[in-house]
């Protein structure tokens, strides 16, 4: 069965630092591993995605430079470190796994990804 289970989502303010946690169950070798969010009113949206292999990223322009998505393949998890937060980074970020045919394999494309965790909540205050 698989399951991928997000935390580390909560209050935060503009200008800190937030870390999101995902762990997957049942999966995750030669699975690229990617982070999606959804505000209120508007669609899901692609936020970073990494390779299997790790060696590969890939982030959407709205949080390049701020955000950074890494994996531990050994403990079946990947994480999300945001650095300066922005209100406009508030959202339901969900976790996300596609199997790769790679292990250079990225894809921003919400269709192709095969599993999604439940989300957490993220809310930045200004």
């Known amino acids: 069965q698989v399951q991928l289970v997000e935390s580390g989502g909560g209050l935060v303010q503009a200008g800190d630092s937030m870390r999101l946690s995902c762990a997957a169950s049942g999966i995750f070798s030669r699975y690229a591993m990617a982070w999606f969010r959804e505000a209120p009113g508007k669609e899901r949206e692609f936020v970073a995605t990494?390779?299997?292999?790790?060696?590969?990223?890939f982030y959407a322009d709205s949080v390049k430079g701020r955000f950074t998505i890494s994996r531990d393949n050994a403990k079946n998890t990947v994480d999300l470190q945001m650095n300066n937060v922005k209100p406009e980074d508030t959202a339901v970020y969900y976790c996300?796994?596609?199997?790769?045919?790679?292990?250079?394999?990225?894809?921003?494309?919400?269709?192709?990804?095969?599993?999604w965790g439940q989300g957490t909540q993220v809310t930045v205050s200004s």
């Open positions: 990494i390779s299997w292999s790790g060696g590969s990223t």
């Open positions: 996300a796994a596609v199997r790769s045919g790679t292990s250079g394999y990225l894809t921003a494309a919400k269709a192709a990804y095969d599993y």
